[in-house]
């Protein structure tokens, strides 16, 4: 069944078979202390790490505003240094006020099969602090910041074409890997994927971020704002606009807008344009199977000589299928690894190339 972090907090609580079997469902004491030995990984046999606030604060001078590097719709993120002199992101995340002291031990737990997730395109979530009415996730830091202020703004050097294509794998395994279940037992819906999601190590290697973040929001958050509610604007899944069904395929559709934001250079929403140019899926949707029209969209900032128009076009076949408005017509995740190594393949070909081996 493609649930996992679909909204199935309810249906959960309602059957009991179900409850046995999702490892989200809430066990007081005894998943985060790992007595469940199917459900530890070779990564952190102990679990996540747990940190005091005194850590979280020595670790970020007080939450200096130097040590800022971005806020999202969860909260402030800060670069920090842990005593160990580890490197890391801390995410203070900021509750509704009515909610502020709920959930500890849900979150303990949640933050705890999350941090069991380990592959090499996932940014690893290393601990939490849960501190009274504060919350902390603790993440490996990642230096080369977010995809979308690489493709639109910091930085002079424009990415070249398999750099993008390298990315785009990246991602696509990664949120793979996700759906696939392996590692906690059920598929997880990211439901969140987006470019400023997609961070870059200091080889522009990718990894996914904030996945199942949306989950560790207790209920409220919900209601409380709107725009946050299950995602981003311009990377909803327009089935689940208007059915309100959350599927692995919502994130398919997000996918397909960050290959598109890989592929143009623009941004998946700009408010800057006129109200029809604003939704890039609108926007290039009907251009997308059109050589021609094709040469039109491609971001002016690619380098000329690092791409076949080959690999081009059957890129941008497989951005057009990820972002179809009926979900059931999407591939798949791992269907898009497999297209992404053989687009990769025959742009390395096509240019004489050596082929990329690190992909
Ligand atoms: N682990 C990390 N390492 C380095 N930088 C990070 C890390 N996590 C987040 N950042 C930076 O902080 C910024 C803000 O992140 P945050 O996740 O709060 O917001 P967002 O991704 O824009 O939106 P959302 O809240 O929906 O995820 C990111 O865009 C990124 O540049
Ligand atoms: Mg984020």
Same mark, same amino acid.
């Given at each position: 069944?493609?649930?996992?972090?679909?909204?199935?907090?309810?249906? #959960? #609580?309602?059957?009991?078979?179900?409850?046995?079997?999702?490892?989200?469902?809430?066990?007081?004491?005894?998943?985060?202390?790992?007595?469940?030995?199917?459900?530890?990984? +070779?990564?952190?046999?102990?679990?996540?790490?747990?940190?005091?606030?005194?850590?979280?604060?020595?670790?970020?001078? +007080?939450?200096?505003?130097?040590?800022?590097?971005?806020?999202?719709?969860?909260?402030?993120?800060?670069?920090?240094?842990?005593?160990?002199?580890?490197?890391?992101?801390?995410?203070?995340?900021?509750?509704?006020?009515?909610?502020?002291?709920?959930?500890?031990?849900? /979150?303990?737990?949640?933050?705890?099969?999350?941090?069991?997730?380990? @592959?090499?395109?996932?940014?690893?979530?290393?601990?939490?602090?849960?501190?009274?009415?504060? #919350?902390?996730?603790?993440?490996?830091?990642?230096?080369?910041?977010?995809?979308?202020?690489?493709?639109?703004?910091?930085?002079?050097?424009?990415?070249d074409w398999p750099s993008r294509l390298r990315v785009?794998?990246?991602?696509?395994?990664?949120?793979?890997?996700?759906?696939?279940?392996?590692?906690?037992?059920?598929? &997880?819906?990211?439901?969140? /994927?987006?470019?400023?999601?997609?961070?870059?190590?200091?080889?522009?290697?990718?990894?996914?971020?904030?996945?199942?973040? =949306?989950?560790?929001?207790?209920?409220?958050?919900?209601?409380?704002?709107? =725009?946050?509610?299950?995602?981003?604007?311009?990377? /909803?899944?327009?089935?689940?606009?208007?059915?309100?069904?959350?599927?692995?395929?919502?994130?398919?559709?997000? /996918?397909?807008?960050?290959?598109?934001?890989?592929?143009?250079?623009?941004?998946?929403?700009?408010?800057?344009?006129?109200?029809?140019?604003?939704?890039?899926?609108?926007?290039?949707?009907?251009?997308?199977?059109?050589?021609?029209?094709? #040469?039109?969209?491609?971001?002016?900032?690619?380098?000329?000589? +690092?791409?076949?128009?080959?690999?081009?076009?059957?890129?941008?076949?497989?951005?057009?299928?990820?972002?179809?408005?009926?979900?059931?017509?999407?591939?798949?995740?791992?269907?898009?690894?497999?297209?992404? @190594?053989?687009?990769?393949?025959?742009?390395?070909?096509?240019?004489?190339?050596?082929?990329?081996?690190? &992909?």
């Open positions: 069944m493609p649930f996992g972090l679909v909204s199935t907090w309810n249906k #959960r #609580r309602r059957s009991k078979s179900l409850e046995q079997a999702d490892p989200w469902t809430y066990k007081p004491v005894k998943l985060w202390q790992l007595e469940d030995q199917s459900l530890q990984t +070779s990564k952190r046999r102990n679990g996540s790490s747990v940190f005091t606030l005194k850590e979280m604060e020595e670790a970020t001078s +007080s939450f200096d505003d130097a040590k800022l590097v971005g806020k999202g719709g969860f909260g402030r993120v800060y670069k920090g240094n842990l005593r160990s002199g580890q490197a890391v992101a801390i995410k203070k995340m900021e509750l509704p006020p009515f909610k502020e002291a709920d959930g500890e031990q849900e /979150f303990r737990v949640e933050v705890d099969i999350l941090s069991r997730l380990d @592959h090499p395109n996932l940014v690893s979530l290393i601990g939490y602090c849960a501190d009274g009415k504060q #919350r902390f996730l603790v993440y490996e830091y990642l230096p080369n910041g977010n995809l979308q202020d690489h493709l639109n703004g910091i930085g002079d050097s424009k990415m785009a794998i990246g991602a696509a395994k990664g949120l793979a890997y996700l759906h696939s279940g392996t590692a906690v037992g059920i598929p &997880i819906i990211h439901r969140d /994927f987006k470019s400023t999601n997609v961070l870059l190590t200091a080889d522009f290697e990718a990894k996914i971020s904030d996945f199942g973040l =949306a989950k560790l929001m207790p209920k409220g958050q919900e209601m409380c704002e709107t =725009a946050r509610m299950l995602g981003t604007f311009g990377y /909803f899944d327009p089935e689940y606009t208007s059915t309100g069904k959350l599927t692995l395929q919502s994130d398919v559709y997000a /996918f397909g807008v960050v290959l598109l934001e890989l592929l143009t250079g623009r941004r998946a929403v700009d408010l800057n344009q006129g109200p029809n140019d604003q939704n890039l899926v609108l926007q290039v949707r009907n251009l997308l199977n059109s050589r021609k029209k094709l #040469r039109k969209i491609m971001d002016p900032d690619l380098t000329q000589n +690092s791409y076949t128009l080959e690999s081009i076009a059957m890129y941008a076949n497989l951005a057009s299928r990820c972002v179809r408005p009926e979900s059931s017509e999407r591939p798949s995740m791992g269907e898009c690894v497999k297209e992404l @190594h053989l687009i990769s393949f025959i742009n390395s070909k096509g240019l004489g190339l050596a082929v990329n081996k690190r &992909i």
